[in-house]
């Protein structure tokens, strides 16, 4: 018989003590050493292949205290990663994802140098878009910056062809009806124009799939370039195209402050 994954209701009633008193479900303490995503911890319990204790545990609701519990995989203590932080200026034309199917490169061809076992990207960025990409074992970090409720801006430069005029920039603020949602941006300005093409400006504060292409699509514009510079204070700054840098003490503090952590 399936188990079911616990309530969003009971992981939510314990998510805020969660760090204080370090309760939390066998696959999210797996995830929140570092060991592996809360999904593939799942398939370890129902697998039989995680024991707490010396105890085998089959039920993904089962408690454990992160900090006291023993906690095994095939027999092997699970002991918390060391967190890793980083950031990749992604290149255009590679998929966001660890393993595609379709066999295209992906932006962990680009981290080939250091050990990525546990290591995944926050959030998206689409195989057509560049710049900013961050990279993390910090599951509970992570989570927290991919919550619309945090209103962590990411900014982006986008070139578009033709020009755009006040009046659609104040659109994207207000709301765009596509595809049965109500698209907005946060702030859109521009910066520079030409006969040809424009660049603008770009803040949001939600991660809607494609949500800038499915704004300016939904104008009549075609996206030539998108490009994401911030993500709240985190510059991409001058990092070349394809390489990556890891987080200062001082960039990973200001996110955590930002995620209430």
């Known amino acids: 018989m399936k188990q079911k994954r616990p309530t969003a209701a009971r992981e939510t009633g314990r998510h805020a003590g969660a760090d204080a008193g370090k309760r939390?479900?066998?696959?999210?303490?797996?995830?929140?050493l570092g060991y592996c995503s809360r999904t593939q911890a799942e398939k370890l319990v129902l697998e039989g292949r995680v024991s707490v204790g010396g105890r085998k545990i089959t039920d993904l609701s089962h408690w454990v205290a992160v900090d006291k519990d023993?906690?095994?995989?095939?027999?092997?203590?699970?002991?918390?990663?060391?967190?890793?932080?980083?950031?990749?200026?992604?290149?255009?034309?590679?998929?966001?994802?660890?393993?595609?199917?379709?066999?295209?490169?992906?932006?962990?061809?680009?981290?080939?140098?250091?050990?990525?076992?546990?290591?995944?990207?926050?959030?998206?960025l689409d195989k057509a878009s560049e710049g900013l990409l961050l990279f993390t074992n910090d599951t509970v970090l992570a989570q927290r910056l991919l919550d619309p409720e945090t209103?962590?801006?990411?900014?982006?430069?986008?070139?578009?062809?033709?020009?755009?005029?006040?009046?659609?920039?104040?659109?994207?603020?207000?709301?765009?009806?596509?595809?049965?949602e109500t698209l907005h941006a946060a702030r859109a300005v521009q910066l520079r124009g030409g006969d040809k093409n424009t660049w603008i400006e770009v803040e949001l504060e939600e991660?809607?799939?494609?949500q800038i292409r499915r704004m300016l699509d939904a104008l009549g514009f075609e996206v030539l370039r998108l490009l994401r510079v911030s993500i709240g204070t985190i510059a991409l700054g001058d990092l070349p195209k394809g390489t990556s840098r890891s987080l200062t003490p001082e960039e990973i503090a200001y996110l955590r402050r930002r995620t209430g952590l």
């Open 151 to 180: 209103h962590l801006g990411k900014v982006y430069h986008v070139q578009i062809a033709g020009q755009i005029g006040d009046d659609q920039l104040k659109q994207m603020v207000a709301g765009i009806e596509e595809g049965g």
């Open 70 to 124: 023993r906690i095994t995989v095939d027999g092997k203590p699970v002991l918390a990663e060391k967190k890793i932080y980083l950031m990749l200026n992604k290149p255009r034309g590679l998929v966001t994802t660890r393993h595609d199917p379709e066999g295209r490169p992906t932006v962990f061809d680009c981290l080939r140098d250091i050990d990525t076992s546990f290591l995944s990207p926050v959030g998206r």
């Open 24 to 32: 939390v479900t066998v696959a999210r303490a797996l995830s929140k």
């Open 207 to 210: 991660g809607r799939n494609r």
